[in-house]
């Protein structure tokens, strides 16, 4: 019995130590709870403890505690899953959860901070215009700041088009015709990576190329039914299709998948992938011949080589309150989010990882500076920005996205014939509208 | 003899009442299995009453009060809305779920089917004398020891479709490639292939233990009566290894219901469904909060289909079992 009381004693002891210095901190300072997603690989860790440490020296009484919380799925669902009063208060989330979290009343809008800052006109004008199109709602509230953001990029192997004489293409004839000449029976001529449970991303560069962006501003309005759309939809389905079945005969039938259109790329097996500009970094290291990277090839839509159709990708940063944060913990997390998004750290993230940096600003700093003189392909995405979209984001964004990746896995696969293709895609705007009716 | 005259005759024997027990002697039964009582109620009884419970409900959505604090939304009853909605072809989920549905019976069946039988048959082939005994079975065990989604990566190489390796051989041979997992009319074999792979050798060990613990004096007598090896096998092993089945059955059933990281490695449950499995698809739809009440409608349908394949194995094996 003398044991077990003993035991008991020093059970509590011990949960005294553990809880005492964490009530001193959180006496002495605001303690930021920082949630961070990526789809890129390295020392991110390291990183992020290097800048809180440089951010809490810059800062004192204020600590960051950077949480690796896995995918940005994985962060969401996360998030969700804390319940009402989630712990998190600085997130690193994709761009398009934006509706996803307003409709729940997780995150605040920024205005109020971007207001209050002495320059706040000068630092709001020096991000890519582009990239506040996924941050900003009708109403001009700010829900968040760019932080890793991409963009899909044609890459090409320059040595195959030397050899052969082609002209890099800049339109979707030119792509197909290049294509077909390089493609061979051990190599396609052309890989786009829609085989996968996203093929939303890629597909509308196609849309938007065809003039029938899926959302074009307004969170409400989603449109995959317009006859551009069906055409975009036909057009990257013949790219998997053989010849003999009215395809073009260039790629695999379905699409690559993600994760192995780059392997198949360094390894000689594609002339031309679509990817995200997050694999430039792997893919210069890999290839032992000279890559070439471009605009995706323009669309039908405007004239003169105004189709691009190249949507915004990647995690901006939200700031969530319930309600209950103190005004010294919202201004310390969006001290924080200010931080992150200088023009400094943007410059040594993009070196780092290979994402575009938010800032026009970061590109004319080291470390971004040499890099991109030594590898100009960097350079390409972020020109690429001039003609960019949106990335699809609309209230239920989760559940649309669903059924677009549903249907358009459908078609493409070859599951449903391109016959079936409209009714599939009228069918499928229905279940959008369904899903929309409450908020119109 | 008539024993009732032996009671009738016989003294009455003192009743003696037993004095009541102390009261922590009468509570320790109840004291040993409360922490497993806790435990269940915890983890099993309160979460799937729960999920019962929310599957019947639509969530509310929060809202923000004038001060700004957040105001969780009630949510609302709606009966059985949710499980129709499955089931309904002009819903969302309703369009994809009756698929999904079904390719887990197939991938449980075949798997069950498939599996087991080929288990049984690598412990009958090692569960003799042989050279390199040892090897043999690390061969067919080794796949146990992998993890999990490692296993399914080494696969995803295998399959891939232009860099894969079994497309790579074929080539070699002048056979064209397959898409293994971009094809939708072969994606959920190639699925069931992995698991068999990763399965078989951990279902194989009990077979084994049960044939080394089966009594040899009976084959002996088998043998002396002219039983062949087939007919020994039918007559004898098979139902000597029946609780082994059932047990496996059980399991391997209920390990290819909790499929996920294949599918999260290999093909995310793509094509269009064609390789998605109810566990990975319930996962898939957690993002939001307006879909909590399908989700766990999903996941009802998935515990109550357990119970089912659990109980009928049961009552078909304990069945035949009291028959015999």
């Known amino acids: 019995m003398r044991y077990i009381v003993r035991l008991i004693a020093l059970g509590i002891v011990a949960a005294l130590l553990a809880v005492v210095p964490a009530t001193m901190s959180q006496d002495d300072d605001v303690v930021i709870n920082f949630y961070w997603a990526s789809a890129v690989e390295g020392d991110l860790p390291g990183i992020f403890a290097d800048y809180a440490a440089q951010f809490e020296a810059e800062n004192p009484g204020v600590t960051i505690n950077p949480v690796y919380t896995g995918t940005y799925t994985q962060t969401r669902d996360t998030i969700l899953a804390e319940g009402d009063s989630p712990l998190v208060d600085v997130a690193i989330m994709l761009a398009t959860d934006m509706y996803t979290f307003i409709d729940d009343s997780y995150i605040i809008p920024l205005n109020s901070f971007i207001d209050e800052m002495e320059d706040g006109e000068a630092w709001f004008d020096d991000f890519f215009p582009a990239f506040w199109a996924n941050s900003i709602d009708p109403a001009g509230n700010v829900w968040s700041v760019s932080f890793q953001r991409s963009t899909p990029i044609m890459f090409y192997n320059a040595d195959l088009f030397a050899e052969e004489g082609i002209e890099v293409p800049t339109n979707n004839e030119e792509l197909i015709a290049a294509a077909q000449a390089l493609h061979t029976s051990d190599r396609d001529g052309l890989q786009i990576p829609v085989a996968g449970n996203f093929p939303i991303w890629m597909f509308q560069s196609f849309a938007n190329a065809y003039g029938a962006p899926l959302t074009d501003g307004d969170p409400t309005q989603v449109t995959f039914n317009a006859p551009e759309t069906l055409e975009a939809l036909e057009f990257l389905t013949r790219i998997g299709m053989s010849v003999e079945d009215g395809g073009f005969g260039v790629g695999p039938m379905g699409g690559s998948a993600w994760g192995e259109t780059p392997s198949a790329f360094v390894a000689g097996q594609a002339a031309m992938i679509y990817h995200t500009i997050g694999s430039l970094t792997n893919i210069l290291q890999s290839a032992d011949f000279e890559v070439g990277l471009s605009f995706l090839p323009s669309g039908p839509a405007g004239e003169d080589g105004t189709g691009y159709g190249s949507p915004t990708g990647g995690g901006n940063l939200y700031i969530f309150d319930d309600g209950s944060k103190s005004e010294a913990e919202l201004q310390a997390a969006w001290d924080w989010v200010v931080f992150l998004s200088s023009a400094e750290i943007q410059s040594d993230w993009g070196a780092a990882t290979g994402y575009i940096a938010s800032r026009i600003s970061s590109w004319e700093i080291e470390p971004l500076l040499s890099l991109t003189e030594e590898f100009p392909q960097y350079a390409v995405a972020r020109d690429q920005l001039d003609f960019a979209y949106e990335e699809f984001t609309a209230y239920r964004s989760v559940e649309i996205q669903n059924i677009i990746n549903f249907e358009l896995s459908n078609v493409i696969s070859g599951s449903v014939s391109l016959d079936e293709a409209a009714s599939v895609l009228e069918n499928a705007q229905a279940q959008i509208d369904g899903l929309l009716e409450e908020f119109n | ?324």
Request: proline share 5%; hydrophobic share 50%.
């Open chain 2, 1 to 324: 003899m008539d024993t009732s005259e032996i009671a009738s005759d016989a003294k009455p024997e003192t009743v003696v009442v037993p004095m009541s027990k102390p009261l922590l002697q009468r509570l320790v039964p109840y004291l040993l299995i409360a922490p497993t009582l806790i435990l269940v109620f915890t983890f099993t009884i309160w979460p799937v009453t729960q999920t019962i419970q929310a599957s019947m409900h639509e969530p509310g959505r929060a809202t923000r009060d004038d001060a700004g604090r957040r105001v969780p939304g009630e949510p609302t009853f709606v009966g059985v809305d949710n499980y129709t909605a499955l089931f309904d072809s002009t819903h969302f989920l309703g369009r994809r779920f009756p698929r999904v549905l079904t390719n887990t019976i197939f991938f449980t069946t075949a798997t069950v089917v498939v599996g087991l039988p080929l288990a049984l048959g690598f412990a009958l082939l090692i569960n003799r004398p042989m050279r390199g005994l040892g090897l043999w079975r690390f061969g067919f065990f080794y796949t146990v020891l992998l993890p999990l989604i490692g296993a399914a990566n080494i696969w995803a190489f295998m399959f891939a479709n232009t860099t894969g390796v079994i497309n790579t051989v074929l080539g070699a041979f002048g056979i064209s490639g397959q898409d293994w997992l971009g094809n939708p009319q072969l994606v959920i074999f190639s699925l069931v292939l992995v698991n068999i792979w990763k399965q078989t050798g951990f279902f194989m060990i009990f077979y084994l233990a049960a044939l080394q613990n089966t009594p040899r004096d009976i084959y002996e007598a088998a043998e002396l009566d002219g039983g062949g090896y087939f007919t020994t096998l039918y007559y004898l092993t098979l139902p000597l290894l029946r609780r082994t089945s059932l047990f496996l059955v059980i399991v391997s059933s209920t390990y290819a219901f909790q499929t996920v990281e294949q599918l999260e490695a290999l093909n995310r449950g793509q094509p269009a469904d064609r390789g998605n499995l109810l566990l990975y698809f319930i996962f898939q739809n957690l993002g939001s909060s307006s879909n909590m009440g399908y989700v766990n409608a999903m996941t009802v349908i998935l515990i109550g289909l357990l119970l089912v394949f659990t109980v009928s194995n049961f009552i078909v094996f304990e069945g035949r079992s009291e028959d015999e």
